[in-house]
Structure formats: C-alpha cells, structure tokens
C-alpha cells in the first residue's frame, strides 16, 4: 500500500485550488484552473475529477507510490460538511442546493469533506496561522463579500447544520439593500468592498466620471482626498463592521480574532478604525482581561485549503 495522500480543494467563483499534500504537510502537487463557465456543478465536478484522476496516475507511477486517501474542499455558501450538501453558492451561481460530496465520492472512491470556506479558514489560521495556539477564536474576512468562521472550545463550531459564522448576513440597517442571498440590509450589503462602491454609485453616475468606473479603491481614493460624501460611505462601514465584530467579542469570549479580506489587508487606516470601534465597543473585560488579539490574517489567501487540510488529516475537528 503506498503512501497516504490528501486532496485539498478551494473552489472559488473564479479559481479553483488544488493542492495534494502528504500527511507531514509537504505539498507534492499544486494546480490552480479556472472555474468553469457557467459553473455548473457537473461541470466543476468534471474537471477536479480529472485533475486528481490524471495526477494520481502519475503519482501512482512515479517513486513516490500513492493513492488519494481523503478529498477536503472548501467553497463559499452555505454548506452542511456532514452529508456534503451545498445549500447555496451565490458566487457559483448555484441557487439550488447541490450534492457536491456524493458527486466526487461517487466518481473518486474516496471519502469527501465539504466544508464552507470561511469555516475552513479560521481552521487552517488556528493551527497554521495568525491564531496558534488559540482554542476560542474568530475568523472574518472582509472583501467583496463578508464571511466569518468560529473555532470554538478547540474546535470548528459549525451550529446545528453547517452555517454558524456567516456574520456577513446578519443584519445591519433598514433600508431594503438586496443581498446575494436573498435576504435584505445584511451587513455585506453596506459594509463590504462591493458595498462602498454600490453606495458610492448611488451618488454619482459612473458615466460622468472621468475614468467612468466606481471601485472600492475609487471611494476610498475620493475619502482620503477629503471628499465629504465618500468619507460617510468609508466612516459607516468601518463603524458597522466594528459594531457586528464587537457584539461578536461580547457574545463569544474569543482570545483572537483574526480579519483578512482585501478590504483589510490594503487600508491600515480604516482597519485601525475598526480595531478602535471593537476595542471601545465590546465588554471591557472581553477585551482587557481576557487580553483580546486582534491580528491580521496570516495564509491568506490559502487559509481555506489548509483548514480542510487539517480537518481532513484528523489535526483538527
Ligand atoms: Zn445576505
């Protein structure tokens, strides 16, 4: 019998991830391919079946010797890890709950976990990145969308189905936003990357700018130029995101929590707003006696496929 072998996957709306690691962490195959358009899942089914089919030929051929012993992968949506089941996946467009982990089974023979990426990434943070160490900590990503993961006890916390963490869905104003999941005024929908810019258009007519497009960067551009309108756009985020992230402290008690996401990663100065809003806003002793961490995210852009790869190895539960 050869050595055991470990799949980990990120399916993301543009890419997809695949890695095939050893048992002791070594990575012995590293593709990233397009996700397929229209994405539908038989279609990704398709071509991670046939990436893992034709490398582990190769592999199987090769001195190293080897089978896939166990498929984690890791997608945005609401996704139920115990029976495989995506429930919703707005960036694959998949509105329709989807059988991801009886799919690959069936083609590949081998056990599958399918974990929301989100969960994962607070998992691959606490054992191979910015949370070490840490048995209650909290995971928020904030970038096109807003996602979370809660690693609670020294465990993943998943809730009852699979869909505890997804903090970019609760609820922040009343004003009627739509939101990809088919609720309305969830915190992404004004406080995300995508957010600013959507509430930036509702300003100004994009086609009377000079360069004729509305970005994240284009309202924070206008923000740190001083223009009045995109510092409110900038200002109401930072204080909506610090508020959720602060009942979240209060709620949960956690020694670190990590935030990643492009927003976070490219504005120091609105995340130290943000930092600043927890810090004033949650429980004292949530933040001074349990001497809260709040640190930036370590693996980005990898922290999904390494959580799955601990949850799928048995390093974590
Ligand atoms: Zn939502």
Redesign the pocket.
């Known amino acids: 019998m050869g050595k055991e072998l470990y799949w980990a996957v990120d399916i993301g709306g543009t890419k997809i991830l695949l890695l095939m690691v050893d048992i002791s962490g070594r990575v012995m195959f590293r593709k990233k391919i397009k996700t397929p358009r229209p994405s539908e899942p038989e279609k990704v089914v398709e071509v991670i079946v046939q990436t893992i089919t034709e490398y582990s030929k190769t592999v199987k051929a090769g001195a190293t010797g080897g089978s896939p012993a166990v498929l984690g992968i890791c997608t945005a949506g609401f996704v139920d890890s115990l029976s495989g089941l995506v429930y919703q996946s707005p960036n694959l467009e998949w509105h329709q709950p989807v059988h991801l982990g009886s799919m690959l089974k069936e083609k590949l023979d081998c056990p599958v976990l399918i974990e929301n990426d989100t969960n994962a990434a607070v998992v691959g943070e606490v054992h191979y990145g910015a949370a070490r160490g840490h048995a209650n900590a909290v995971y928020v990503t904030l970038s096109t969308g807003i996602g979370g993961g809660l690693y609670l006890n020294g465990r993943l916390f998943r809730g009852t189905d699979g869909f505890a963490g997804e903090i970019?869905?609760t609820k922040a104003f009343g004003k009627g936003r739509p939101?990809?999941?088919?609720?309305t005024d969830?915190l992404?929908?004004w406080a995300s990357g995508s957010a600013l810019a959507a509430s930036a258009r509702e300003i100004w007519d994009e086609k009377e700018l000079n360069d004729g497009h509305i970005s994240t960067a284009w309202v924070f551009e206008q923000a740190d130029q001083g223009n009045t309108l995109a510092q409110k756009i900038v200002d109401h985020a930072a204080a909506s995101i610090g508020l959720e992230l602060s009942n979240l402290v209060t709620l949960l008690n956690p020694s670190c929590l990590v935030i990643g996401g492009g927003v976070a990663a490219n504005r120091e100065d609105f995340m130290n707003r943000v930092v600043e809003n927890i810090r004033e806003q949650a429980i004292k002793p949530a933040v001074e006696t349990t001497a809260l961490e709040i640190k930036a995210a370590a693996l980005e852009p990898e922290a999904g496929i390494w959580g799955i790869y601990s949850l799928i190895t048995g390093r974590a539960e």
């Open positions: 970019g869905h939101c990809k999941c088919g609720g969830c992404e929908t």
